[in-house]
Every structure is written in C-alpha cells, then in structure tokens.
C-alpha cells in the first residue's frame, strides 16, 4: 500500500485531509505541522507521496521540493496552496512535482490526484489553470492602459496610498482619483474600495 506524509501549518485542515484520506483507505505514516519537520519525515520514513502546504514556517512546500529534488528522494510531491500566482505555478512545474492543488478544492481534489500520481502521471488543479487563463487576459488588459494608468497601478500593487502615488508622480491627488477611476473602467473592475488594489496585488507579476 502506498504510504503518505502530509504537512500542513493549519491543524484543521491538517486533520481534514489525514482523516479523509485515512477513511479512503490510504496509508498515512506522518504528519507535521511545519516544514523542517516534514522534511525530516521524507527523509527518515521515505514515503511514496508528500502532501505540503506551500507556505510553511521553517521550510516552504517548495524548498522541500526542491532538498528533494537536489537529494534524489523518490517521494512524489503532491503542494496544497490558497496562492494562484502564476510564479509560484510555475517554480513548482520546474521542480516536477506531480500535483498541484488549490486549498479550497483539496478534499475534492487531492484522491483524484493521488490516482494520477499512482500511474505517473502529473495533475494540476483544475481551479489554478483556470485561473491563469483569466489573467493571461489581464496581459490584454493592461495593453489598454495608458503610462502612466501603468505607473499608477504599478504603485498601487506595491501597496501605495494614493497620497503617496500623487507625491511621487508630482500631480494633484484629483489626478489620481482620475486615473484609478479610468484603470477601474477599462479593466471593467467593479467599483468596490478594494477592487483596484486586489487586481493589482494578483497581477503585479505582470508589471
């Protein structure tokens, strides 16, 4: 029976997954609850498969990964995340992985990707590439913005209040109220507080 390690630095959620594969008949030998630790258990135990969280304290899913990789470890890493950045997708890819899950889709996800992983084969969850096919339209978007719509975003991304973005621009804060809400119509955004600055959090890989 193949055996599994999972780590994850949420104790519910921890639990929510050793539980749910335990009652799917599968072998879980470990569980951690931060990185270094996980990673001591690849190493002493040798599963099949390691379930990590991505964001971990002391070692990150992907630097475990990544020891594994530069150790020869055979154990197939299997990364959990709440992050749909497109960076982090793809540092996982480069260091082979085989899965690749969203966090709000793990328990429907993680048995469905364990099956592939029992044939070789790699799965990456549906919800992340869906999510990367939207923001290759934001590359669309941010075509329509003018430089400085650009510059503005840029500063709002980097967290900037738009006292700060006027100031370093050397316009009048009006100024920027106009710029965001131009930004806002032509990313057709909804007009909310936060709407601008989240968009602009999630893509600033972009800029």
Sequence with gaps: MNSIVIADDHPLLLRGLSDFLTSKGFNIIGVAEDGQSAYNLIVKLKPDIAILDIRMPHKTGLEIAEECQKNKLSTKIILITFDQEEELYEQARSLNVYGYILKELAIEEIEICIQHILKNEPY???????????????????NVLTKTE???????????????????????????HKHRSHIIAKLKLDNKPMSLSVWANLNKHQF
């Design 124 to 142: 990456f969850s549906k919800g992340i590439e869906s999510h990367l096919k939207k923001s290759t339209s934001s590359d669309d978007a941010l």
């Design 150 to 176: 650009k510059k503005v975003i840029k500063l709002i991304a980097a967290n900037k209040t738009s006292q700060e973005i006027a100031e370093e621009l050397s316009v009048s804060i009006k100024t920027i």
